[in-house]
């Protein structure tokens, strides 16, 4: 065994646990970060693509900015499309000029990871059977095996930046934490593939086949996802029938064309909307994923999990400052509100552009009327980019 101390404790590596780990830093609070995967498979997950606003000027005001500001791709729009239709949401003219920011989440990791590492931060890769304790005394500790012996740490604070996945609200005994829930009937299909982005803006497209969403992560790299089976499997969706799929639902009559380019990646994601309430016990904190997990269609999940983890890092340095544990007795609260928020903008998102298999001919006219209502009402098209570009950090 060999035992260390710092002052808190961050299991899981991702984006929640990596700019955790920096915030402290920068006010002078010691971390260590527990990640069970190694760095180059952190470093490389594709996943999201979409910073709010308020993202970006974390990363600056954090001094992980500079490369964001240099290869992060500014949007001003998007397009809805529907009935065969084009319809340009103008984000920035809606909300008084905010933006959002096409930068790979496998990017933002990377910056932080860097900027860990330069500053002598201590990140454990490949962590094995990680298991937190004491987190309901005074006493907390990461336990795990790495590098061929057992490794304890000890802290004041343990961090739950695990994901959905992770160990740490599972940890928490039954009855600490209530559940809040929904599994939708459908899953989304992601590629990517090495061509040309056919728009300059995200598409969100419904179709009476699905749903699909052109997204892109460089001049030269194309994101795109399709609505599928909850239980496909990635067997029955071979490159041709992805691209027959993608042309169907994007076809307009205006000339506009799907640019198609060699798949180099395709994973199946499933859609889920879950908050575990409330995001503390103890000592242990929750942030991103490991508390809540919204579907993608509002591109939320990367941005929520950050938010959580600006509101925990203020919350600790006002303890390490000055004793006090208003904030983090706050902390809990103080995220749900904003999870919510986000909660339902994602679900409503969800649920305006997907096809839903209970759906009858009235639900489907009645969500086109919905579309037709967003595109044509300046209140409902500013209610839809107030949400898309980010709701303002309390
Ligand atoms: P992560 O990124 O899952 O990181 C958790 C980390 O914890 C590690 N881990 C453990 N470490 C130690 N011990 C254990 N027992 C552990 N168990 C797990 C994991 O290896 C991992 O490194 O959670 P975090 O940091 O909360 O970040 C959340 C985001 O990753 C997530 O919300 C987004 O990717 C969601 N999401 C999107 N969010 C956006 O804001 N904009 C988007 O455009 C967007 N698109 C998406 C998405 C997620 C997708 N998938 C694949 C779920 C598109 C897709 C397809
Ligand atoms: C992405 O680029 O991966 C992306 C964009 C928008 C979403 C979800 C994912 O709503």
Redesign the pocket.
């Known amino acids: 065994m060999n035992p260390m101390r710092t002052q808190v404790g961050i299991v899981g590596g991702g984006p929640a646990g990596m700019m955790l780990a920096h915030l402290l830093h920068r006010a002078g609070i010691e971390s260590i970060v527990v990640e069970a995967r190694s760095r180059e498979y952190v470093q490389e997950r594709?996943?999201?693509?979409?910073l709010e606003q308020g993202t970006c000027d974390l990363m600056r005001e954090a001094g992980v900015g500079a490369r964001l500001a240099r290869e992060g791709i500014t949007h001003h729009g998007l397009e809805l499309r529907f009935g065969g239709d084009r319809h340009r949401i103008d984000l920035s003219g809606l909300t008084g000029g905010k933006t959002i920011t096409?930068y790979?989440q496998r990017e933002v990791v990377k910056d932080l990871i860097d900027a860990r590492i330069a500053a002598g931060g201590a990140i454990f890769f490949e962590a094995d059977e990680v298991g937190i304790r004491g987190f309901d005394g005074n006493a907390p500790a990461i336990r795990f095996r790495g590098g061929g012996s057992v490794q304890e740490i000890s802290c004041d604070f343990i961090a739950g930046c695990d994901g959905f996945h992770g160990v740490c609200r599972p940890s928490l005994p039954a009855g600490a934490l209530t559940i809040f829930e929904r599994v939708y009937p459908f899953a989304w299909l992601?590629i990517l593939a090495e061509v040309a982005p056919s728009s300059d803006e995200?598409i969100?497209c419904r179709h009476d086949r699905g749903f699909a969403?052109h997204?892109?992560?460089s001049p030269t790299l194309t994101?795109l996802?399709l609505q599928c089976g909850p239980d496909d499997e990635i067997g029955a969706w071979p490159d041709q029938r992805v691209w027959a799929e993608l042309h169907t639902r994007f076809a307009v009559g205006d000339g506009w064309k799907l640019n198609e380019g060699r798949i180099v990646q395709k994973g199946i994601t499933p859609m889920r909307s879950f908050v575990a309430e409330p995001m503390s016990y103890g000592r242990v904190f929750l942030a991103g994923d490991a508390a809540h997990i919204v579907p993608?269609?509002?591109?939320?999940g990367l941005n929520l999990a950050l938010a959580d983890v600006r509101v925990l890092a203020a919350a600790l340095a006002k303890y390490y400052a000055d004793g006090s544990r208003e904030l983090l007795d706050s902390y809990s609260r103080s995220c749900l509100r904003r999870v919510w928020k986000v909660q339902r903008f994602s679900w409503w998102?969800t649920s305006l552009l997907h096809r839903f298999p209970e759906d009858n001919p009235f639900d489907r006219r009645r969500q086109v009327a919905e579309l037709d209502y967003v595109t044509n009402s300046w209140a409902a098209a500013q209610s839809l980019a107030e949400n898309y570009v980010g709701l303002p950090m309390d």
């Open positions: 594709v996943r999201a693509g979409v096409i790979p992601g995200l969100y969403l997204s892109m992560r994101r996802y993608p269609t509002g591109a939320k998102m």
